[in-house]
């Protein structure tokens, strides 16, 4: 099964409204990603958080990492239209080299 | 800088052919991937090369596909012969390996096999 799992697979919003999606993974990481990917697109890397960090923000996201859970959230604040897409997690790991292992993503879709 | 760049972004062929897909990664990058993302399985890992060296092809699914890295500055996945099972959306992905790994992305080559 894959490291990464997101949930929930899909979520509807309001544009406005706060955007909440997690990740669980099952060994041990070095870092956690999010990317997103627009329909038709590839992925585009969001943000990055190490194993010793908690929390980290950038621009409208917020990531929060659980290690003792082996969870993360990604939080969207004050959602666009634009922020339609999916989000996935990856995870690399000490064995794993430049290698990522990702979830299978949540489809976000935020209605104007 | 341009990014990483895959060739052709579609393509449709038919069962049996050969079908080679191309990148270009990120000058001065020294990782290379390569995916497939289809609806069922979502986004998997093919290949990767590190410094031109194939380090990880566990997750080539058979031997009707290989990959060569023969510079530093281009790829290719080769699906010889090829099956309607193959259709997906294929991406090559770049990085420089150190103490961070994100990955960027080409725009990928969508492959319909008929």
């Known amino acids: 099964s894959q490291q990464g799992e997101e949930d929930p697979q899909a979520l509807s919003i309001q544009e406005g409204e706060n955007a909440t999606m997690n990740c669980s993974y099952k060994?041990?990481?070095?870092?956690l990603q999010w990317y997103r990917q627009n329909s038709g697109r590839g992925l585009v890397h969001l943000i990055l958080?190490?194993?010793?960090?908690r929390e980290k923000h950038s621009g409208r996201l917020r990531v929060t990492l659980d290690t003792s859970k082996k969870s993360s959230s990604l939080l969207i604040t004050a959602s666009r239209a634009a922020d339609t897409a999916s989000y996935f997690c990856?995870?690399?790991?000490?064995?794993?080299?430049?290698?990522?292992?990702f979830g299978e993503g949540t489809q976000l879709t935020v209605n104007p | 800088d341009a990014g990483v760049i895959q060739s052709p972004r579609h393509e449709v062929t038919e069962m049996g052919q050969e079908v080679t897909l191309r990148c270009k990664p990120i000058s001065g990058h020294n990782s290379l991937f390569w995916y497939r993302q289809t609806m069922m399985r979502g986004l998997e890992l093919l290949i990767y090369?590190?410094?031109?060296?194939?380090?990880?092809d566990s997750g080539m699914p058979e031997d009707r596909f290989s990959a060569k890295m023969p510079n530093a500055s281009f790829s290719t996945l080769k699906i010889q012969p090829s099956e309607p099972r193959d259709s997906a959306v294929y991406f090559c992905?770049?990085?420089?390996?150190?103490?961070?790994?994100?990955?960027?992305f080409g725009p990928g080559t969508r492959l319909t096999v008929t």
């Open positions: 060994t041990s990481i070095n870092n």
């Open positions: 090369f590190n410094n031109n060296v194939p380090i990880d």
């Open positions: 958080i190490r194993s010793n960090e």
């Open positions: 990856a995870t690399d790991g000490e064995t794993s080299g430049s290698r990522l292992t």
């Open positions: 992905a770049s990085t420089l390996t150190g103490l961070v790994y994100e990955q960027y």
